[in-house]
Nanobody
Framework: QVQLVESGGGLVQPGGSLRLSCAASGSIFSINIMGWYRQAPGKERELVAT???????TYAGSVQGRFTISRDNAKKTVYLQMNSLKPEDTAVYYC????????????WGLGTQVTVSS
């Protein structure tokens, strides 16, 4: 049973920074992709960034250059450093881990609120 717990959300002014953390527990296949998604009120959940166990990363165009995803495999933790935050970054941010082993495996955290406002 895999569990993901996000932390680090909060209220920040435009232009500010936040660092999100996601601590994983349970049995996670070594070849996997960990990532962050977000969902604003009335909007669909969208990809923010991913980090594969092979080191490859992807970013949504809207956050590229401002956000950085990283992971510590020993701690089973993935991070999202968010800089130059904008009001449109306001959303619930969800941690995710997925892999394929004869079928798709997909696990989600409960989310952490990020609010960017003056």
């Amino acid at each position: 049973q895999v569990q993901l717990v996000e932390s680090g959300g909060g209220l920040v002014q435009p232009g500010g920074s936040l660092r999100l953390s996601c601590a994983a527990s349970g049995s996670i296949f070594s070849i996997n992709i960990m990532g962050w998604y977000r969902q604003a009120p009335g909007k669909e959940r969208e990809l923010v960034a991913t980090h594969g166990s092979d080191g490859r990363t992807t970013y949504a165009g809207s956050v590229q250059g401002r956000f950085t995803i990283s992971r510590d495999n020993a701690k089973k933790t993935v991070y999202l450093q968010m800089n130059s935050l904008k009001p449109e970054d306001t959303a619930v941010y969800y941690c995710n881990v997925k892999w394929y082993l004869t079928r798709d495996y997909d696990f989600w955290g409960l989310g952490t609120q990020v609010t960017v406002s003056s």
